[in-house]
């Protein structure tokens, strides 16, 4: 962790979150909510009202907007693998937006790509390829810049929480009031992010919904990629604001063969910090 004090910003659909860390510690945290309507489905719906929200969250922790780290939403972000013969730097990112273009269900005008080496093997080019929706991102972007802000580092939610809970075999399930996100990670590589939005259902209906996906995503990474299946004693870590509730973690932890745990910070904590609610802030701060 650096020495300078970090800020981050994590938007979920019903709040913001910020969280400041220096030295590896938290040093403050704070959220404010959302009124309906502000965000649908990852996008912000009202970039102003939202930057007056973000403005009165920076006024209440008392820190300036400079140094910030965010991350948006994993809705409709499509993460591949690829594998490329080695090309010269000047023609790789044609040679990949092709290959996006034909891997991935939307076309790549209205995905925003980055990508990055995993392993080269001499030869070939073991590539991981994201394409994250424009009109989500941008919307994220004019809210921001509502408020004043303009972000050092833009990250996805699910590498945030990947990042803050640091295993090498791991599945982990987030649950919020609006959304869950479900990861499967081997070797320290993330093969599956989904991210799923949540209607007006009761919360024990979406605690019983992250198990079903957590258990349906598993079994499928297992079924198709047999030589890279998660381990058996590998943890289900379970993260987000509705999973602090002792019920629904119970729910989510019965119905499956994992064992399953609570996030433990990396960071110096607050007495009675709660990580759960704040792990996505904790992998910015880490990023």
Not at 5 to 23: D, P, Q, W
Not at 28 to 51: A, N, R
Request: hydrophobic residues 45%; negative net charge.
């Amino acid at each position: 962790m650096q020495s300078r004090e970090v800020i981050t910003l994590n938007f979920e659909g019903s709040s913001i979150r910020l969280l400041t860390a220096k030295n590896g510690a938290v040093e403050k945290f704070e959220l404010d909510t959302l009124s309906p309507g502000q965000v649908k489905d990852g996008m912000i719906m009202d970039p102003v009202g939202v930057g007056v929200v973000i403005n009165t969250l920076f006024a209440k922790v008392g820190i300036s907007k400079q140094r910030v780290v965010t991350c948006m939403t994993g809705l409709r972000a499509i993460p591949r693998r690829l594998t490329l013969p080695k090309l010269p730097a000047n023609v790789m990112e044609g040679a990949i937006r092709r290959e996006a273009r034909r891997e991935m269900p939307l076309s790549p005008d209205e995905l925003y790509l980055s990508w990055q080496i995993l392993e080269d093997t001499g030869s070939n080019l073991d590539i991981y390829l994201l394409g994250v929706p424009r009109d989500l991102l941008d919307s994220q972007v004019q809210a921001l810049r509502a408020a004043g802000i303009k972000p050092e580092v833009m990250d996805l939610k699910p590498f945030a929480l990947i990042r803050a809970v640091n295993m090498k075999d791991v599945a982990i399930g987030d649950l919020e009031s609006d959304s869950l996100d479900v990861m499967v990670v081997v070797n320290d590589i993330p093969h599956i992010m989904r991210t799923i939005a949540l209607g007006e259902e009761d919360t024990l209906d979406k605690a019983q919904r992250l198990a079903e996906e957590l258990r349906r995503t598993i079994k499928f990474h297992n079924d198709n990629q047999p030589d890279l299946a998660l381990p058996a004693d590998a943890p289900v870590v379970l993260t987000g604001s509705l999973i602090t509730d002792t019920t629904l973690f119970n729910i989510v932890q019965s119905q499956l063969d994992h064992p399953v745990m609570l996030p433990e910070s990396p960071l110096s904590t607050p007495p009675g910090f709660p990580s759960a609610t704040y792990m996505v802030n904790i992998g910015l701060a880490l990023k």
